[in-house]
């Protein structure tokens, strides 16, 4: 069975900087797309970076220049470095991945359990 599994929120003030980290767990062989997607309360669901598996990367507007996000293969593990946080990035993050390949079976898409991010002002 693959998992994802997020960890790195918690709570930092506005200009600081987190780190959020997730590992894919199984055994996996391919990961096309890995990303991060972010919900405020009363807000829908929003894409916040992803990453291909060649390591192209597309950011929301509201994060470029600030979030940035990576990956390792090798470790199917995708990370995203926040910078300059601003209280408009609190939510709860979750990772995303699409085009999971494993030994055993095929997923179009897998979700984290989310983290909770909070910036304070």
């Known amino acids: 069975q693959v998992q994802l599994v997020e960890s790195g929120g918690g709570l930092v003030q506005a200009g600081g900087s987190m780190r959020l980290s997730c590992a894919a767990s199984?055994?996996?062989?391919?990961?096309?797309?890995m990303g991060w997607y972010r919900q405020a309360p009363g807000k829908q669901r929003e894409l916040v970076a992803t990453?291909?598996?060649?390591?192209?990367?597309d950011y929301a507007d509201s994060v470029k220049g600030r979030f940035t996000i990576s990956r390792d293969n090798a470790k199917n593990s995708v990370y995203l470095q926040m910078n300059s946080l601003e209280p408009e990035d609190s939510g709860v993050y979750y990772c995303?991945?699409?085009?999971?390949?494993?030994?055993?079976?095929?997923?179009?898409?897998?979700w984290g359990q989310g983290t909770q991010v909070t910036v304070s002002s």
């Open positions: 995303n991945a699409k085009g999971v390949v494993s030994t055993a079976e095929l997923w179009g898409q897998l």
């Open positions: 199984g055994s996996i062989r391919y990961i096309r797309n």
């Open positions: 990453i291909t598996n060649d390591a192209i990367t």
